[in-house]
C-alpha cells in the first residue's frame, strides 16, 4: 500500500498568481500522477511524473501553466501558475503499486484550490 | 462521447437495500477494471479490481464485468450508511492510464 499527504490541503488565491502543491508518499514509487477533478466531474489526468525524466503531459495541459518536479521516488510537486477561476479545482495526488496480481492507484487527500 | 459513461445518479436507498451502480464503455482494449469510493473531502480508496470479464466477490460488494457488452456494475448488499460516498468506475488496457467515469453519489439512508 502506500499513503499519500498533500499540502496545501485548501487554499483560497487571487487570479494570476501561483499555487505549488506538495505531495509525500510513504514509500519509493516510480510513477506519480496528478488529476484534477471538478465538481460532477471524472478525475482528469493532467501529468504523468517519473522520477529522473520530464513530466508527460495530457492533451490540454501543457508545462508552462502546470509545471512539475520530480526531485526523488517520494515527493513531486505541482504548480498551478498564472492561476484563473477556471483553475478552481481538486488537485489529487496519486502513485501506481505494483503487486503480484495486480497494480493499485493510491489517491491523495486532494487540494482544494479556489480562484478569486 | 466519452469512452467511459457512468449512471449519473444521485442514488438514495434504505439502509439494508442491494445497490447496483453501473458504467458503460466504449475501448475494447479495456482489460482492467475497478470501482474506487471517495469520501467527501477524501481522495478515491479502490474498492474491487478485476481483470477481463467475470464476477469477483468481496464482503458485501460484487464486481461484474461483461466485456460482450461492455458494460461493469458494481453491487453492494445490505447496504449500510457508511457505504455513503461517490462511487467511480476505472478501467485501462494493457500498458495505459486509467480513464475514469464521472462518478454516482449514493446516500444510504437509516
Known amino acids: 500500500s502506500a499513503v499519500i499527504s498533500q499540502k496545501p490541503s485548501r487554499d483560497i488565491c487571487q487570479r494570476g498568481t501561483s499555487l505549488t502543491i506538495q505531495c509525500q508518499v510513504d514509500s519509493q514509487v516510480t510513477m506519480m500522477f496528478w488529476y484534477r477533478q471538478q465538481p460532477g466531474q471524472s478525475l482528469t489526468l493532467i501529468a504523468t511524473?517519473?522520477?529522473?525524466?520530464?513530466?508527460?503531459?495530457e492533451s490540454g495541459f501543457v508545462i508552462d501553466k502546470f509545471p512539475i518536479s520530480r526531485p526523488n521516488l517520494t515527493f513531486s510537486t505541482l504548480t498551478v501558475s498564472n492561476m484563473s477561476p477556471e483553475d478552481s479545482s481538486i488537485y489529487l495526488c496519486?502513485?501506481?503499486?505494483?503487486?503480484?496480481?495486480?497494480?493499485?492507484?493510491?489517491f491523495g487527500p486532494g487540494t482544494r484550490l479556489l480562484v478569486l | 462521447q466519452k469512452e467511459v459513461e457512468q449512471d449519473p445518479g444521485p442514488l438514495s436507498v434504505p439502509e439494508g437495500a442491494i445497490v447496483s451502480l453501473n458504467c458503460t464503455y466504449s475501448n475494447s482494449a479495456f482489460q482492467y477494471f475497478m470501482w474506487y469510493r471517495q469520501y467527501s473531502r477524501k481522495g478515491p480508496e479502490l474498492l474491487m479490481y478485476t481483470y477481463s470479464s467475470g464476477n469477483k466477490e468481496d464482503g458485501r460488494f460484487t464486481a461484474q464485468v461483461d466485456k460482450s457488452s461492455k458494460y461493469i456494475s458494481l453491487f453492494i448488499r445490505d447496504s449500510q450508511p457508511s457505504d455513503s460516498a461517490t462511487y467511480l468506475c476505472?478501467?485501462?488496457?494493457?500498458?495505459?492510464?486509467?480513464?475514469f467515469g464521472d462518478g454516482t453519489t449514493l446516500t444510504v439512508k437509516p
Open positions: 496519486s502513485v501506481e503499486v505494483r503487486g503480484p496480481q495486480q497494480e493499485t492507484q493510491y
Open positions: 511524473a517519473n522520477q529522473g525524466s520530464e513530466a508527460t503531459y
Open positions: 476505472a478501467m485501462r488496457t494493457n500498458a495505459g492510464k486509467s480513464t
